[in-house]
């Protein structure tokens, strides 16, 4: 699976739209993108997927660009509750035999008041 | 609230004590998976059940013993841990092993070696 590069730490205000990026340069065509969190205390999350088009739920919206190096999870309005680490990964589709996930060191949002 | 359901919650046991976590799932989920985590680091893969078996063992220490029971329940026993095994030990289930099939992750037992 193709490695990620994700910031250490960003802040957000409350409110606002949190935009954290994502850059996976060495992803293949078979390779989704996936996005977690995990709050404090708590188990991961599962956020949202994508191949290439952008995707959009009810938690968030991913857009990826159109050479796939790079993505962008954006949380529309951030609240309090959304501070969490953020996780950007990278999975192979075919059948490897290894295709759970491998966390990388994620994006620590603070949304602040 | 979580639908993957982890227990004991906290756990503190000596080097010589023998104990088991416990993981359940009611989603008709088909495969589990067991991550470590320690402080302030990303999740582990420790093993990986698909259909009740074992499908990946990322070179665990025979320490940690898996064990699946049923496609409900999936089990880590703890022998002989060493004070650095104590960790966030974080259960988690899927569809199947497929792409499509997202993880839904329990909330953790934390276990604490003395």
């Known amino acids: 699976d193709a490695k990620t590069t994700q910031p250490t730490s960003m802040d957000c205000a409350e409110g606002r739209a949190a935009n954290l990026p994502c850059n996976h340069s060495?992803?293949?065509?078979?390779?989704?993108v996936y996005w977690y969190r995990q709050i404090h205390s708590q188990g991961p999350q599962y956020i949202i997927h994508?191949?290439?088009n952008n995707e959009t739920n009810e938690m968030a919206s991913l857009i990826i660009t159109e050479d796939r190096k790079s993505s962008t999870l954006i949380l529309p309005h951030a609240t309090l509750r959304d501070t969490a680490v953020y996780y950007c990964?990278?999975?192979?589709?075919?059948?490897?035999?290894?295709?759970?996930?491998?966390f990388g060191s994620g994006t620590r949002l603070q949304v602040q008041p | 609230d979580t639908e993957v359901t982890q227990t004991p919650k906290h756990l503190v046991m000596g080097m010589t004590n023998k104990k088991s976590l416990k993981c359940e799932q009611h989603?008709?989920?088909?495969?589990m998976y067991w991550y470590k985590q320690k402080a302030k680091k990303p999740p582990e893969l420790m093993f990986v059940?698909?259909?009740?078996?074992?499908?990946i063992n990322e070179s665990v220490p025979s320490r940690f013993s898996p064990e699946c029971p049923n496609s409900s329940l999936l089990n880590l026993h703890l022998h002989a841990l060493q004070p650095e095994d104590s960790a966030l030990y974080l259960c988690?289930?899927?569809?199947?092993?497929?792409?499509?099939?997202?993880?839904?992750f329990g909330n953790g037992t934390r276990l604490t070696v003395t």
């Open positions: 989603m008709g989920h088909r495969a």
């Open positions: 060495t992803i293949s065509g078979n390779e989704y």
């Open positions: 994508g191949l290439k």
């Open positions: 988690a289930s899927s569809q199947d092993l497929g792409i499509y099939s997202p993880l839904h």
């Open positions: 990964i990278v999975r192979v589709a075919q059948d490897t035999g290894r295709r759970a996930l491998t």
């Open positions: 059940y698909s259909y009740e078996k074992l499908s």
